[in-house]
């Protein structure tokens, strides 16, 4: 049996790649990602993977390398956060169409200006329309768990699409926690050997890589993407299923917490979450009848899941760690848009909070649910600015 | 080598790109990649090369192609590299591949040279070849940090006031020299054997190798195609574009580059190369003509310093 440990969520993370053993891994560090990095470097120095480990110059040039690297056939791992991913966003795109399934960690930190090194989900929210499938972890079990389901969602072969497995800046990514890691055999045999896909380095058959699409050909390659994604939805369900048939630990794409005889449900992503769970017991035991959904596969996006959890519900209130100025937040417009399948769908509205790393407390979502429950609170609310 | 031998290799670049007549971007790749007859995966940034070579959902390329964006050739080609040492370290691949990659003035002075100069420096083992063709053609001939000192593009346009480009290009050679680069070079398509004996240099090279060539583009520099090998020529001929090498620390002049320093072949005036391009016409008669000046001496100060550096 596997020992529980205590380690921080990026340490996690490298534990969980030096389990899986990527024939590449290329990245530049940036807060709260760093330790991930610098923690698989060791690894690397201490000759316990086989990783071609690769200090890129930036975060642009890291994912150039990875693309390079997956195209020619291996398996490949890198991290960022924050303004690094923002600089990676031309090559986001080139890679999701490019259908290499790199795996990376994304320790959500906020976008400058200001520069702010702390928690929210907006650097992963830029990159929402890019063709990446995007995971996220609730605590340092999940980012674990997610990253090795992530390598087998992403290179299932009927869905080839890079994957960004999500965990928030600080909360997850430095706190101390109790986690039990997979033993390496199993972890390394549920995670399988690689299959490339006409790999560049088979130089007997010959691969052209990344040619222009004029316009009577580029609509059909990317439609191509629409498909992975639906593809991606089934095949993240049965990964979650086997790994839940082997650790125990079962994860659904949406997890509904005492939703069932629920009329006020509160959304979130990530380590908000679990205090979302935790207002929702303490309303319970004062009789309100409010639950929780955690969404953890944010791209794509389980609509239809959703639908089962909203339906017959009298209101919602989306959490953002993330905004729109000038409209709703990113997973607010997806909860509004698969509530827009409801006949008579719920009263839903968007709460911003958490920004730049802003603490959200529980009486803060006491007071969420109070309002919802009143009907009170406008359209998109901005929780505890001071306006 | 003789070129006998050389209509025999392997077509790896073949017909079917859409370049224009007298580019002389695929003279260049066809040279370069003569040079070897071990495997090769290419990879390309973008620009007229890439573009005109791989028009979906047909390609002109024979060997293993990688375009994914105009700034990261060098990074990509790093990545193929990197997979590559792995997988064979791993016992999961076998046989010797070679690594290329090719990219525009643009691409390798200006929006790409980071991501070069970190390839450099990390030591991978590929042949960059730059093909200067001193602006960017893809987008219409606008301004790079190649493009010569008066020459007439369509971001720095010879106007009533302003003479073209009001800056001397960047030495990117010697930039790339400073890495401490194992080999660097600077070489024509008019000189085939010069660039193919270069190129399989820079292969056969451990770790990173770097080859400037001049490229003529008949669209951007104003001259009739057919001209684009006499145009190279004379790049060389006037000092405008010298022929060297740097290996091991070792700086050596070579083709006629060689010859002219050694005084046994004429150095030709800049003005015969400026007055055989129509981007440089405003400089050859009235207002401008002390930039034509300026560029002669500018040529002839490049020219002193290299014959220094390669002890002659
Ligand atoms: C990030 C980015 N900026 C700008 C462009 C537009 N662009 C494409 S090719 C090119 C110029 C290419 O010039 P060069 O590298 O000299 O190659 P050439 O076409 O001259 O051979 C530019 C500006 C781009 N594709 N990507
Ligand atoms: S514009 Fe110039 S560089 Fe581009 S294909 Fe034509 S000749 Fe070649
Ligand atoms: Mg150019």
Known sequence: MSKPIAVNGDTAIAMAWKQINPDVVAAYPITPQTIIVEAYSDYVADGLVDTEYICAESEHSALSICVGSSAAGARVATATASAGLAFMWEMLYVSASMRTPIVMAVANRTLSGPINIHCDHSDAMGARDSGWLQIFGENVQEAYDNTLMAFRIAENMKVRLPIMTCLDGFIITHALERFEPLEDEKAKAFVGPYQPVRPLLDVKSPTTYGPIAMPEYYYEIKYQLVTAMANAMDVARQVMAEYGELTGRRYDLVEGYRTEDAEYLMVAMGSTAGTVRFVVDQLRAEGKKVGAVKVRLFRPFPTEDLVALLRGKKAVAVLDRAMSPGTGAPLYMDVVEAASQIGSPPRISNYIYGLGGRDIMPEQLSSVFGEIIEGRGERVNYLGVRK | ?312
């Open chain 2, 1 to 312: 080598m003789n070129l006998r031998e050389l209509t025999h290799t392997e077509e790896r670049l073949c017909e079917g790109h859409r370049l224009c007549a007298g580019c002389a971007e695929p003279i260049i790749a066809r040279q370069v990649l003569m040079a070897t007859d071990k495997p090769v995966v290419v990879a390309n940034a973008t620009g007229c090369f890439e573009v005109s070579t791989t028009i979906y959902p047909f390609t002109a390329w024979n060997v293993p192609w990688i375009h994914t964006a105009f700034e990261n050739a060098p990074a990509t080609i790093s990545g193929v590299e990197a997979a590559y040492n792995s997988l064979k370290r791993q016992g999961k691949l076998e046989g010797e591949i070679k690594f290329v990659a090719f990219g525009g003035d643009g691409a390798t002075y200006d929006i790409g040279l980071q991501s070069l100069s970190g390839a450099i420096e990390r030591g991978h083992d590929f042949l960059y070849v730059c093909f200067n063709n001193e602006a960017y053609m893809n987008t219409g001939i606008q301004r790079s940090g190649a493009t010569q000192k008066g020459a007439s593009t369509t971001t720095c346009p010879a106007g009533s006031c302003i003479p073209g480009k009001r800056e001397f290009p960047k030495d990117l050679t010697r930039i790339i020299i400073a890495h401490d680069i194992p080999y660097a070079a600077q070489a024509s398509p008019h000189n085939w054997k010069d660039l193919i004996e270069k190129s399989r240099k820079g292969i056969e090279t451990h770790g990173p190798a770097f080859i400037n060539v001049v490229s003529p583009c008949p669209r951007g520099w104003r001259h009739d195609s057919s001209q684009t090998i006499a145009i190279s020529k004379l790049a060389v001929e006037t000092c405008v574009w010298p022929l060297y090498e740097y290996e091991n620390g070792e700086w050596r002049l070579t083709g006629e580059s060689l010859r002219i320093a050694e005084g046994s072949k004429e150095k030709r005036p800049v003005s015969e190369w400026l007055s055989s391009q129509g981007r440089f016409k405003h400089l050859t008669k009235g207002k401008f003509t002390s930039v034509a000046d300026e560029i002669q001496a500018n040529v002839d100060k490049k020219w002193g310093e290299l014959l220094k550096l390669s002890k002659m």
